[in-house]
């Protein structure tokens, strides 16, 4: 099983950026595929981005491209959101997953994966 911690989460402006911490441990046989959702209370979950470990190729949701950017340290077992110009309506728990998936076109935001953190929550005020 992996474990996952987020970290990084805050209360920032409009306008503002943060860089969102997912720190994976646990067999990395068992994973290879990290992604970024977020949920805000009430209402259904949101893929952000994916990022296929053994290769770095990365995957986005929708219009998520424009203002985040996934990012990994392989060596720590570790990825990162980037988020710029960050609104309002971005408030909401940021959710980092994991899965094992053995091929990089199999790591996509449509993915089913089956480890979750935690989450950090992100809030913005303007």
């Known amino acids: 099983q992996v474990q996952l911690v987020e970290s990084g989460g805050d209360s920032v402006q409009t306008g503002g950026s943060l860089k969102l911490s997912c720190a994976a441990s646990?067999?990395?046989?068992?994973?290879?595929?990290l992604g970024w959702f977020r949920q805000v209370p009430g209402k259904d979950r949101e893929a952000i981005a994916t990022?296929?470990?053994?290769?770095?190729?990365?995957n986005y949701a929708g219009s998520m491209r424009d203002r985040f950017t996934i990012s990994q340290d392989s060596g720590k077992n570790t990825a990162y959101l980037d988020i710029h110009s960050l609104k309002p309506e971005d408030t909401a728990i940021y959710y980092c997953?994991?899965?094992?998936?053995?091929?990089?076109?199999?790591?996509?935001?449509?993915?089913?994966?089956?480890?979750w953190g935690r989450g950090t929550q992100v809030t913005v005020s303007s």
């Open positions: 997953a994991a899965v094992r998936v053995g091929d990089t076109w199999f790591c996509s935001t449509e993915r089913a994966f089956t480890d």
């Open positions: 990022i296929y470990t053994r290769d770095g190729r990365k």
């Open positions: 646990g067999p990395s046989s068992s994973f290879d595929c």
